[in-house]
C-alpha cells in the first residue's frame, strides 16, 4: 500500500512539473505594429518581462525619458540612430509613459503596458514602427516652435523653401531686396547673420544668413527668436531668455556642407514692448548641439521705409 502511495506521488508530482514547464515555455502573443506617429496621440506599446520591445521611429533619436525607471528599462544606441528598446524590469503588471523626442524636433509620446508574468495569453509588440504621417507640418494658425522640413517648391528659385509648400511671394521678395552680401557673423564653427528687419503693425519679417564654417556636414534645426535680458546685478549675468511665437520661416537649405551657406526670412509677431535690459534674438542651433544656439540680435523696431541697407 506504501509502494502505491509513494508512485501515485511520484506521478502527481511529474504532471504538475510537466504543466508548469509548459505554462512557462508557453510563447505569448508577439506583434509587430505599423502606426503612424501623429504627435497630438499616444501609442500603446504591450511589453513583458523576459522580451525586449523595439520602437522604430521616423528620424533618429536625441532624447529619451521614462516615467517610471524603476519597472521598465528604456534603451538607445548611436548605433541604430532610429531604434528606442523597451524592456519591462518588474515581474508585477505595470504601466507607465515614455516620451521620445528626434533631433528634427519632433515628439512621440508612448503608454507602455505590462502585464508581468501573471497572464501568458497577453500580448507582446515585438517591433512597433512609428510610420511618419501623411505632414510632419504645423498649421501656421498655431504657432510652434517645432516647425517640419523644409521642401523646394520652385527648383528655379532656391530661396523660396517653405514649411507649408507655398511660395512666400512677399518674404521671397524680401531675400531678394536684401541680401545679405556683407553679414556680421555671429559665432566661430557655425556663423549667423541677419539682415534688416521688415515690420508691418506687429508682424515683422527677418532675413538671415547661416554659413558652415567647421570641416564637417551639419543639419540646422528650425530658428527660433527669443527675448532674452541681463540681471540687473554687479555682473549682469544673463537670464532665461523667452521664446516668442514664429508664425513661419523659409530657408535654402537645412543640410550644409563645409563652407556651405544657407538663407532664410522668419516671419513672428513682435512683443508689444521689452525692457531695456532685454533684446530680441535670433538663435540658430545645429541637430547634435541643440543646447548651444548661436544668437544673432534683431532690431526690436523695424524701420519706417524697410529696404535693404
Known amino acids: 500500500m506504501n509502494k502505491c502511495l509513494i ?26 505594429v505599423n502606426l503612424r506617429s501623429d504627435p ?4 500603446v506599446l504591450h511589453v ?26 528604456a534603451e538607445h544606441s ?6 528606442v528598446f523597451f524592456k519591462a524590469t518588474s515581474a508585477k503588471p505595470a504601466q507607465t509613459n515614455a516620451l521620445i523626442t528626434t533631433k528634427g524636433g519632433h515628439e512621440i509620446s508612448l503608454s507602455l503596458v505590462s502585464p508581468g508574468n501573471s497572464d501568458h ?16 507640418l504645423i498649421n501656421s494658425a498655431h504657432p510652434s516652435f517645432v516647425v517640419g522640413e523644409t521642401k523646394n517648391i520652385a527648383p528655379e528659385e532656391p530661396h523660396s523653401a517653405t514649411p507649408q509648400g507655398k511660395p512666400g511671394s512677399q518674404e521671397r521678395q524680401l531675400l531678394k531686396e536684401q541680401p545679405l552680401e556683407n553679414p556680421r557673423w555671429e559665432g566661430k564653427l557655425l556663423r549667423v547673420a541677419v539682415g534688416q528687419t521688415r515690420g508691418k503693425e506687429q508682424q515683422m519679417a527677418v532675413p538671415f ?15 527660433q527668436i527669443q527675448l532674452a535680458g541681463t540681471s540687473r546685478g554687479k555682473h549682469r549675468k544673463a537670464i532665461k531668455a523667452e521664446p516668442v511665437a514664429i508664425k513661419d520661416y523659409w530657408m535654402t537649405s537645412r543640410r550644409l556642407a563645409p563652407g556651405a551657406r544657407a538663407d532664410g526670412v522668419v516671419v513672428f509677431e513682435r512683443p508689444s514692448f521689452k525692457e531695456s535690459g532685454e533684446r530680441l534674438l535670433l538663435a540658430v542651433a545645429q541637430a547634435e548641439e541643440v543646447d548651444r544656439p548661436v544668437v544673432a540680435p534683431i532690431a526690436f523696431v523695424a524701420p519706417v521705409t524697410g529696404g535693404a541697407k
Open 7 to 32: 508512485l501515485v506521488h511520484v506521478i502527481t508530482v511529474g504532471v504538475l512539473a510537466l504543466h508548469m514547464a509548459s505554462a512557462q515555455t508557453e510563447l505569448p502573443q508577439a506583434r509587430i
Open 48 to 73: 513583458r518581462p523576459g522580451y525586449v520591445s523595439s520602437v522604430r521611429v521616423p528620424e533618429e533619436v536625441n532624447s529619451v525619458v521614462l516615467g517610471d525607471p524603476g519597472t521598465f528599462k
Open 121 to 136: 495569453s497577453e500580448v507582446v509588440d515585438y517591433v512597433l514602427n512609428c510610420e511618419r504621417p501623411h505632414s510632419f
Open 209 to 223: 544668413a547661416v554659413l558652415n564654417a567647421s570641416a564637417r556636414t551639419i543639419e540646422l534645426l528650425p530658428p
Open 78 to 83: 548611436e548605433a541604430e540612430p532610429r531604434l
Open 40 to 43: 497630438e496621440q499616444v501609442l
